[in-house]
């Protein structure tokens, strides 16, 4: 936009409406027309404006012609059709969009060279130091995790430090900017904050040193009462309602508000957090937290739900703060549950009691942790029938509300991976050596500073065997679904033969991303030779995401002759049959657990408060009228209709390898 200065009978006209400047040869403007809806303003340093010809609808259908009135403006450009009104103090060193509204703010200013929280330091997992992570505009969960967890890799850590770093350089200004279609009104204090196109801030109290990356797909709102130093907030992301932030990263469509209160913490795509207050924390994808009472402390979450009054320590007055716990992938903590750290809990597990012990749970997942009388008692495996796991299975898919195009986060939904299914094999391992060194007949077994119970062992080892079917047999068959009916054994061996080398060996959980090792260290490798850039990390690891489902395969290829006895170097269609018959029973069975499970909600016992002045007869049709009825439960009947379609999957398989 080209801009010109003010003739002198322009000067004249802003003088009559109240304007005011010190050199007037520092004013200019692209639009002459547009000086009439200029008002009470005072001019300092180089301010440039445009046109204002546009109106601003406000909510409620008030309309605003655009322009400036009743401000004080220090080295301001104020784009087009924009308005800029009522400013208590003054707005210093900003460059304003296009289409923006600013009403009643106390102050906006760039104060010097500033990197809008690029750069900053976020001591998580440890609030002594020593896991660090520099915060960046575009930081994902991925690259976090490198940075928080690998410091058995000094070289790497360097590496990308040192990119962050080149990159903060890089967006460093002595000037803010305010983007287009902004909406910023009632603010008391905005100081060295880069704002994106579509932002919506109102009300709040204080935000310094950070950048609010909105943009129109994927607006961020900030609201009433927040105060924020040291921040990056990414798009589509609310924080509202008195919440506060320090030396923090939100990421993209989490929801914070009613108070909420974090410090040195990360928090990845979809979390949400109400009411309690976090310190320390590394929160994954889906880290959520609804109740006053919670306290996450020093912790590394994700797919995780915090129950009310869920708290851990890292203290245990010897050293200081120094202890990090770890919560897996998908793991719940039930109401007042408590944690001392250091512990690792195996993911998708359920922590009921207060444990006091420090143990690792982590090749035993899908269990419970229950206390009973100071004493963590394990069942191992039992969340696998859980109702619970697979509705919160099926609901993360849909919860995702990322409506940005360009997502930071790689974020993988499945419940049964390589990397569960591994620990898995590991398990049955680790309870078999604990039959064997302890006696088949023994009440409780001692693993990790857990008790676990003859019952639960062996029902563990049962609820491991059926989930690694039910996870091989999804394999193969997906794998054969398109093999013509009839196939030879030739035929089926070299169509289940794997496309690529990669997967074998260990994988891991990236914070939501499900992964290689070797993948990852192959990465990391790279970086350590200068190789790869920050938008290059960012490239191999939605790479690894995207070819998630070949590298999965290769993994899964050498386990069947370890588990069915049956190597696909040499299997046959009779084979192949056998694996699928296993399949269909571990599946069907598991879909009956829990459509038990899921009866439970609707016994009597669950229908307790409900008829409050009946009797029976009204409790039961009180409950169906809040509750609905079992058998047409919209879960219990998807629960039916999997079975329904399993089977004949299943089947379908069976008929086109006969011959």
């Not at 976090?278 to 006053?292: Q, S």
């Not at 990397?419 to 077994?445: A, R």
């Not at 496309?499 to 070797?518: E, F, H, N, Q, R």
């Not at 229908?607 to 047409?632: L, P």
């Amino acid at each position: 936009m080209e801009y010109r200065p003010l003739s002198a009978s322009e000067i004249q006209c802003l003088i009559d409406r109240g304007c005011k400047s010190d050199d007037w040869s520092t004013v200019e403007t692209s639009d002459p027309e547009s000086l009439q809806y200029i008002r009470n303003v005072r001019f300092s340093g180089h301010v440039r404006f445009g046109r204002f010809n546009g109106v601003i609808t406000l909510a409620g259908g008030l309309k605003k012609h655009s322009g400036i009135r009743n401000a004080t403006l220090h080295n301001v450009t104020v784009g087009d059709d924009s308005l800029v009104e009522n400013i208590t103090d003054y707005i210093a060193n900003y460059e304003i969009g296009q289409n923006t509204y600013i009403e009643n703010v106390d102050i906006i200013l760039a104060d010097g060279k500033c990197r809008f929280g690029n750069g900053v330091e976020v001591s998580v997992l440890n609030e002594t130091g020593g896991r660090e992570v520099k915060i960046y505009d575009r930081l994902s969960a991925q690259t976090a995790y490198v940075l928080a967890m690998y410091r058995h890799r000094p070289d790497v850590i360097a590496k990308i430090n040192a990119l962050i770093d080149d990159y903060a350089e890089r967006v460093s200004s002595t000037m803010g900017y305010i983007g287009n279609h902004v909406s910023i009104r009632n603010t008391r204090y905005i100081r060295d904050v880069r704002i994106g196109d579509g932002a919506d801030i109102f009300g709040v109290s204080r935000l310094k040193n950070g950048s609010v990356n909105s943009n129109l797909s994927a607006k961020v709102t900030i609201g009433h009462g927040v105060i924020a130093d040291d921040f990056i907030i990414c798009s589509g992301s609310s924080v509202t309602d008195n919440t506060t932030l320090e030396r923090c990263f939100v990421g993209q469509c989490c929801r914070m508000g009613h108070g909420y209160s974090a410090s040195d913490s990360l928090f990845f795509s979809n979390c949400q957090e109400e009411n309690g207050e976090a310190c320390a924390i590394f929160a994954g994808p889906f880290t959520v937290t609804h109740h006053k009472s919670s306290l996450l402390i020093a912790g590394m979450f994700s797919f995780m739900n915090a129950g009310s009054g869920s708290n851990q320590s890292n203290h245990m007055y010897k050293l200081g703060p120094i202890h990090q716990g770890v919560l897996e992938r998908g793991s719940k903590t039930a109401s007042d549950s408590y944690v001392l750290w250091p512990s690792r809990v195996g993911a998708f597990s359920l922590v009921m009691g207060r444990h006091v012990t420090h143990s690792d749970t982590s090749n035993l997942p899908f269990s419970y942790l229950i206390e009973q009388q100071n004493t963590t008692y394990l069942v191992p495996g039992v969340n696998i029938r859980s109702v619970g796991t697979v509705r919160d299975a099926q609901k993360w898919p849909k919860r995702d509300a990322r409506k940005d195009p360009d997502r930071l986060d790689c974020i993988n939904y499945n419940l049964l991976s390589p990397y569960t299914i591994q620990k898995m094999f590991k398990g049955i391992k680790l309870l078999q050596n604990l039959q064997y060194s302890s006696g088949e007949l023994s009440d409780i077994y001692s693993y990790h500073s857990t008790k676990i119970r003859n019952s639960s062992l062996k029902n563990g080892l049962r609820y491991y065997r059926t989930a690694i079917t039910k996870f091989l047999g999804n394999s193969i068959i997906t794998r054969l679904k398109n093999m013509p009916k009839g196939a030879s054994d030739e035929e089926i061996r070299t169509i289940l033969k794997p496309s690529t080398p990669v997967g074998t060996g260990m994988w891991v959980d990236i914070s939501g991303l499900i992964a290689p090792k070797s993948s990852v260290d192959e990465l990391l490798d790279r970086v350590t030779a200068g190789k790869v850039d920050l938008q290059g990390i960012s490239d191999a690891f939605h790479q690894m995401h995207e070819h998630y489902y070949d590298y999965e395969w290769t993994w899964a290829y050498d386990k069947y002759g370890d588990f069915f006895g049956y190597p696909l170097e040499t299997i046959t269609a009779e084979q192949v049959k056998d694996i699928v018959e296993q399949w269909k029973t571990a599946v069907i069975g598991l879909d009956r657990d829990l459509y038990e499970d899921a009866r439970k909600e609707f016994d009597l016992a669950a229908m307790t408060g409900f008829g409050a002045d009946g009797n029976r007869e009204d409790k039961e049709h009180d409950f169906s009228e809040v509750r609905g009825d079992f058998e047409s439960n919209s879960f219990v009947t998807a629960v039916l209709d999997h079975i329904k379609v399993k089977e004949a999957l299943g089947n379908e398989l069976i008929a086109r390898l006969a011959r």
